[in-house]
């Protein structure tokens, strides 16, 4: 299994472009998480989803829509890139919603400039 | 909403030491604590983790310990190697994932 990937690993925006985060998972997890690192901080929940079809909003969902069409794949989509959202972003994915180990991807480093 | 300090922000300790890194959290109906351990430019990886309804949990030199009454938790790693050196992430949950609230990080380094 490789567990969870994403795509790209770095990309530099400008303000005001949009651009789409990859996350695949191949372990059949229902669960997947976005979360946001800023530098020298810990992890926020943008959004999550419980299954296809479902997503609800994290902590941190301003600025950002996902979508989730199957299980394997949870998309996040930034339409108009900010200097506020230079980060670094991660996907997670879990077996199920209740205190479970939360698997990461390797994460994608946006820059905007 | 739940929030999670974390202490201290960094900490240096002689191979073979001990480090201690603690945690406090506020809603009180939280019952689900993991610790990540994140080294330089990769993802975070859970390395233990306590449930509400006990006080400790060892995994070899790794342990954690949790105070209800207090609101806090503690990792403690003992005989510090240097491939121990990472930044630590504690975290705090009620029922679900959903509502997880992650602490600012330790960033431990191990000297040899």
């Known amino acids: 299994n490789a567990g969870v990937t994403q795509t790209p690993k770095f990309r530099i925006l400008k303000i005001g472009q949009s651009m789409t985060l990859q996350c695949t998972q191949d372990m059949n997890h229902n669960y997947m998480y976005w979360y946001r690192q800023d530098p020298g901080m810990g992890l926020k929940l943008i959004y999550y989803s419980v299954g296809a079809g479902i997503t609800d909003k994290g902590e941190v969902p301003n600025g950002y829509n996902v979508s989730r069409s199957t299980t394997e794949d949870f998309p996040l989509r930034l339409e108009l890139a900010a200097p506020s959202q230079t980060s670094v972003y991660f996907c997670?994915?879990?077996?199920?919603?209740?205190?479970?180990?939360?698997?990461f991807g390797p994460g994608t480093r946006l820059l905007v400039l | 909403g739940e929030n999670v300090e974390q202490h201290p922000s960094t900490l240096s300790v002689q191979e073979g030491d001990s480090a201690v890194i603690k945690c406090t959290y506020s809603?009180?109906?939280?019952?689900?604590f993991p610790w990540y351990k994140q080294e330089l430019g990769k993802r975070p990886q859970l390395i233990i983790d306590i449930r509400s309804n006990v006080g400790e949990k060892k995994d070899q030199r790794i342990a954690v310990t949790l105070n209800k009454t207090a609101k806090h938790f503690s990792l403690h790693i003992t005989e510090t190697q240097p491939e121990d050196s990472a930044v630590y992430f504690c975290a705090a949950t009620t029922y679900n994932n959903n509502d997880m609230r992650f602490g600012a990080g330790t960033r431990l380094t191990v000297k040899p």
């Open positions: 809603d009180s109906a939280s019952n689900y």
């Open positions: 997670a994915s879990t077996n199920g919603a209740r205190q479970e180990t939360q698997y």
